[in-house]
Structure formats: C-alpha cells, structure tokens
T-cell receptor
Framework: EAGVAQSPRYKIIEKRQSVAFWCNPI?????LYWYQQILGQGPKLLIQ????????DSQLPKDRFSAERLKGVDSTLKIQPAKLEDSAVYLC????????????FGPGTRLTVT | AQTVTQSQPEMSVQEAETVTLSCTYD???????LFWYKQPPSRQMILVIR??????QNATENRFSVNFQKAAKSFSLKISDSQLGDAAMYFC?????????FGTGTSLTVIP
C-alpha cells in the first residue's frame, strides 16, 4: 500500500514570495490534514478536509495561507506572501474518515524562508 | 480543547537499557485515543503505539509498552532493550473525534 506522498521535499524561497505544496493521501482515505511543524515543536493542525469539504481551518492564517482539495483526493497548500516565521516543516496526513483514530503521515516538506 | 504535555525535552538511554518517556494530557471527553509517534531525522512520522481510553489494559507492541493512568491523565511510553534505531523525536498525541493534539516532543538519544 502506497503511503502519503508529498512534494517537494525541500523548498527555499525569499520572504514575500509565494510557494505551494502538494499532497496525495493514501488511496481511499477521505480525511486529509495539513500540519505546520516549527523546529522544536509538535505538529500544529492548519486545516482538515473531509473529502473536498473543510472540517476545521481555525488555525489557518487565512490572510496568507490557502488550501484546496478540489476532487477530494490530492490537496495543495499555498502560502502567499511568505514570511520568515513560515519556515517550518509542512506535514500532510490522511485517515480513512474524520472519526478514524489513526492517521498516516507523509515525509513532509521543509520550507525555508530567507 | 485538549492539551498534551511532554515535560522531558531530551532523554538519553544506554543501548539495551530501558527508558520511559512521560506524557500528560487534559481532556473533558470520555472517549478518546492516545498515541505515541516516532519521528526520526528523516521526518516521517511513524505510529509507535495506540491506546483506546476505554481499555484498561495497557497497550504493548514488541519492545514498546505504555502505562496508561486514566484518572491521572498520564500516558507514558516504555522502551525496553533500547536500540540505536530508536533514536528519534517522540510525540505524544491525543485524538477525540476528528481533533488531534500533539505534545512538544521528547528527543531520545541512544548511547552505544
């Protein structure tokens, strides 16, 4: 069974530039999560999708972050414009449904904003 | 909202010895799950062990076991016969419904 795929693995941009991350969850998983993990901290949920609908985006900085999952499968997370404090690892995870007790993580994308 | 607290930023253990990582949580829910995740330097978060709150028996997975104290809201991870490959960040997490909450992690070093 293929795991959660993410790309790119690494990205370096200058502040005020834009960047996009892609995630392909495990086949059949209805729920998709985007987390931000700042160095030395635990993952913080940014947004959660159930199929193509948003379940929770309460911690997403909506003035600069956006995410979509148009066909209920893969998802993109965008930052525009980026700030220095956005430097982090962005983790994507998926689970069978929103009530599933277990989620599976991708390898993450390490973003450095200079 | 739930909170998960890991009070040990760093721990070390001799190879083949046993180490216990601490975790406390706070929830008003009666139905929830608790997890320990391992995150090696490659960053892929891997599930180590899972505990359902309604189960009194502590979960075990080979060399990994938990001490789940529901009344004290404590959920510690014991790693027996530590191996070099156990070196990683370990995150405690809780789940209620569709909400996941993570602790700040414990960095485990295994000394050869």
């Amino acid at each position: 069974e293929a795991g959660v795929a993410q790309s790119p693995r690494y990205k370096i941009i200058e502040k005020r530039q834009s960047v996009a991350f892609w995630c392909n969850p495990i086949s059949g998983h209805a729920t998709l999560y985007w987390y931000q993990q700042i160095l030395g901290q635990g993952p913080k949920l940014l947004i959660q999708f159930q199929n193509n609908g948003v379940v929770d985006d309460s911690q997403l900085p909506k003035d600069r972050f956006s995410a979509e999952r148009l066909k209920g499968v893969d998802s993109t997370l965008k930052i525009q414009p980026a700030k220095l404090e956005d430097s982090a690892v962005y983790l994507c995870a998926s689970s069978l449904t929103s009530g599933s007790p277990q989620q599976y993580f991708g390898p993450g994308t390490r973003l450095t904003v200079t | 909202a739930q909170t998960v607290t890991q009070s040990q930023p760093e721990m070390s253990v001799q190879e083949a010895e046993t180490v216990t990582l601490s975790c406390t949580y706070d929830t008003s829910e009666s139905d929830y799950y608790l997890f320990w995740y391992k995150q090696p330097p490659s960053r892929q978060m891997i599930l180590v062990i899972r505990q359902e709150a309604y189960k009194q028996q502590n979960a075990t997975e080979n060399r990994f076991s938990v001490n789940f104290q529901k009344a004290a809201k404590s959920f510690s991870l014991k790693i027996s016969d530590s191996q070099l490959g156990d070196a990683a960040m370990y995150f405690c997490a809780s789940n209620t419904g569709n909400q996941f909450y993570f602790g700040t992690g414990t960095s485990l070093t295994v000394i050869p």
